[in-house]
């Protein structure tokens, strides 16, 4: 009643046994990856906010974000580009706190997942620290 399948299967060559023509990473390696590309970006607004309004604390966050992002790439320090001075403008720090805040906690969801407690709790600090800036920002602007 049914014809027999004449070509070979799409799938033939990932069956176990049989070579594969491109590399696999496992689980933990794609969610390195993909947590170092959270932490890379959350590291480039962190550089941003500090020219438009250096702080010991962003200072902080941007060497412990460099160093993970480091560990997570096997080594290769994250590029950086030289701080530029620049003129403190309230807005363009509002929209640079609410980036840096959804990319850390889009880096904590990925560290959670993974178990990387130091990670985690680095961006879990970041998501606060953003937050009372955001907070404060908000209150500036309703008391000025």
Same mark, same amino acid.
């Given at each position: 009643?049914?014809?027999?399948?004449?070509?070979?299967?799409?799938?033939?060559?990932?069956?176990?046994?049989?070579?594969?023509?491109?590399?696999?990473?496992? /689980?933990?390696? @794609?969610?390195?990856?993909?947590?170092?590309?959270?932490?890379?970006?959350?590291?480039?607004?962190?550089?941003?906010?500090?020219?438009?309004?250096?702080?010991?604390?962003?200072?902080?966050?941007?060497?412990?974000?460099?160093?993970?992002?480091?560990?997570?790439?096997?080594?290769?320090?994250?590029?950086?580009?030289?701080?530029?001075?620049?003129?403190? @403008?309230?807005?363009?720090?509002?929209?640079?706190?609410?980036?840096?805040?959804?990319?850390?906690?889009?880096?904590?969801?990925?560290?959670?997942?993974?178990?990387?407690?130091?990670?985690?709790?680095?961006?879990?600090? /970041?998501?606060?620290?953003?937050?009372?800036?955001?907070?404060?920002?908000?209150?500036?602007?309703?008391?000025?």
């Amino acid at each position: 009643m049914y014809e027999p399948i004449r070509t070979k299967s799409v799938h033939s060559s990932t069956m176990a046994g049989m070579p594969s023509d491109f590399p696999h990473r496992s /689980r933990e390696e @794609e969610l390195d990856i993909q947590l170092a590309g959270h932490l890379a970006a959350l590291l480039a607004v962190t550089d941003e906010l500090l020219a438009t309004e250096p702080s010991a604390d962003l200072d902080n966050a941007a060497a412990g974000l460099a160093q993970q992002v480091t560990r997570l790439r096997e080594g290769r320090t994250p590029v950086r580009p030289p701080l530029a001075t620049a003129l403190a @403008e309230s807005r363009r720090a509002i929209v640079l706190h609410k980036r840096a805040h959804a990319l850390a906690g889009r880096a904590l969801l990925v560290a959670a997942s993974r178990a990387d407690t130091a990670t985690a709790i680095l961006a879990a600090q /970041r998501m606060d620290a953003h937050a009372a800036a955001l907070a404060e920002t908000k209150e500036l602007s309703t008391a000025g």
